[in-house]
């Protein structure tokens, strides 16, 4: 009987820190999901001056092609489909407003797991990257998004002296999609040396093994620019170039981690022989 009952205190110890990290993981994806959710409406509410926002890009597009930048014109189709577009685009806005709050929540709930150096360790990655994601948005917003443009518009057969006009008119859901893939294309990339560097410093790479596979990244720099991107030669140039740059970054960044950690062990170690030849 007393076996028994050791079994079910057993049980019932074992069973208790898991209720308790359910109990926190439940509490941490509703302050996730109510930080989305409020971003969400303030994005919709505000959906078409942000849409308005994204279309500037365009117009600095027709100026350079020399048009005029008053008259961008973007349509849609279906009667649903601006509604819909809307909606995409509050939850793109969303998210991205939102990230902030949503990775210090995963960084609450994983932190109590984390020694105090791994805890140092990992929170300064957590500020890099919504930075980094934010630079490869912004590279996006105000050169290769109106570089694209550009290119798709001086397709066009326009003026007086055309006897076929084709005209570029996009449609609101192409546009947002188009943009969309682009700023979260650039924003990936841009956690290169992010992801690099944290997996230096548990050992799963090296600055060697990363030199040694360089002509492979270069390779598939190109090839992920081409599934990323629309199929114009600008925008696969403009994403590739980027991510090769940021590979060396990562090499560079690998060889500081590694530079660090053989700074402290050569420490521990003379500190552990001065310890050792005082004890003798």
């Known amino acids: 009987m007393s076996a028994a009952n050791n079994d079910d205190?057993?049980?019932?110890?074992?069973?208790?820190?898991?209720m308790e990290h359910l109990i926190e993981l439940r509490s941490r994806l509703i302050w996730a999901i109510a930080a989305f959710f409020v971003a969400f409406l303030f994005c919709f509410f505000f959906a078409k001056q942000?849409?308005?926002?994204?279309?500037?890009?365009?117009?600095?597009?027709?100026?350079?092609?020399?048009?005029?930048s008053e008259k961008v014109d973007l349509i849609y189709t279906a009667p649903q489909e601006f509604f819909f577009t809307q909606i995409k685009l509050a939850m793109f806005g969303g998210l991205v407003l939102a990230f902030p709050i949503i990775a210090t929540q995963v960084y609450k709930f994983v932190a109590p797991g984390l020694y105090r150096n791994e805890r140092r360790a990992f929170l300064p990655f957590l500020i890099a990257s919504p930075i980094l994601f934010i630079i490869g948005g912004a590279l996006v917003y105000f050169f290769f998004?109106?570089?694209?443009?550009w290119f798709f518009l001086s397709m066009q057969q326009v003026g007086p002296g055309t006897e076929v006009q084709i005209s570029l008119l996009p449609r609101v859901s192409e546009y947002l999609g188009l943009i969309m893939t682009l700023i979260l294309s650039f924003g990936f990339v841009f956690q290169l040396p992010v992801v690099t560097t944290l997996m230096a410093r548990v050992g799963l790479l090296t600055s060697t093994g990363l030199v040694d596979k360089r002509k492979y990244a270069i390779v598939g720099a190109f090839i992920v620019a081409a599934v990323l991107t629309p199929p114009d030669p600008v925008s696969q140039?403009?994403?590739?170039?980027?991510?090769?740059?940021?590979?060396?970054?990562?090499?560079?960044?690998?060889?500081?981690?590694?530079?660090?950690?053989?700074?402290?062990?050569?420490?521990?170690?003379?500190a552990g022989s001065t310890a050792s030849s005082q004890t003798g």
């Not at 205190?9 to 898991?18: F, G, H, N, T, W």
């Not at 942000?50 to 005029?68: C, H, T, Y």
């Open 145 to 149: 998004m109106p570089m694209v443009m």
């Open 9 to 18: 205190d057993d049980i019932d110890k074992s069973s208790a820190p898991l």
């Open 237 to 270: 140039i403009g994403l590739a170039l980027p991510t090769i740059l940021l590979y060396e970054i990562a090499i560079w960044s690998a060889r500081m981690v590694e530079r660090r950690r053989e700074r402290e062990e050569a420490e521990k170690e003379s």
């Open 50 to 68: 942000i849409f308005n926002l994204l279309v500037i890009p365009f117009q600095w597009a027709s100026n350079w092609a020399g048009l005029d």
